[in-house]
């Protein structure tokens, strides 16, 4: 299996990688209805943002309808299940879930079916789909901080 690592200091904030996205998932070119995300913090400083597939969103959908496919192992919406209710939203530690403006569906990076368009798009490749091996101690860091972050938000 394979995932997105994003390499921050390549990012120049040129959201290639959100047109690209949104173009390849709702047939348009609108950030809003994009998977990734570009943080322009100050001037300078760039960083793309996806989700991890971490899998916390799962549990949290009351209708089921998010779950990990076994082929990508990426964490996956089925659109004809959600409802929006956007009980997912949240949970996520990186607030890459979003509410699609049109359908009214929650949005996330699914890797697209494992051809993600954001990485070929990155002119400076901030971003690369590699194997889960390279991926794994970025996949603990990002399960130990949504951990963290999820006991956190149920405590309160």
Request: charged letters at 20%; a positive charge; aromatic letters at 4%.
């Amino acid at each position: 299996m394979k995932g997105i690592i994003i390499h921050p200091g390549l990012c120049i904030g040129c959201e290639r990688c959100v047109l690209w996205c949104s173009l390849r998932k709702a047939s348009v070119q609108n950030p809003a209805r994009s998977r990734i995300h570009v943080i322009h913090s100050e001037p300078s400083v760039d960083e793309p943002v996806i989700c991890t597939q971490c899998g916390l969103c799962i549990a949290a959908c009351p209708l089921g309808a998010i779950s990990r496919d076994t082929k990508t192992g990426a964490v996956v919406i089925d659109e004809a299940k959600c409802n929006g209710c956007s009980q997912c939203v949240p949970v996520c530690p990186f607030g890459v879930i979003t509410i699609d403006p049109d359908s009214k569906k929650a949005l996330k990076c699914d890797l697209c079916g494992g051809e993600p368009a954001c990485v070929p798009a990155c002119p400076v490749n901030a971003l690369e789909y590699v194997d889960i091996k390279n991926l794994a101690y970025h996949r603990r860091l990002a399960e130990a901080t949504a951990n963290t972050i999820q006991g956190i938000y149920m405590k309160k």
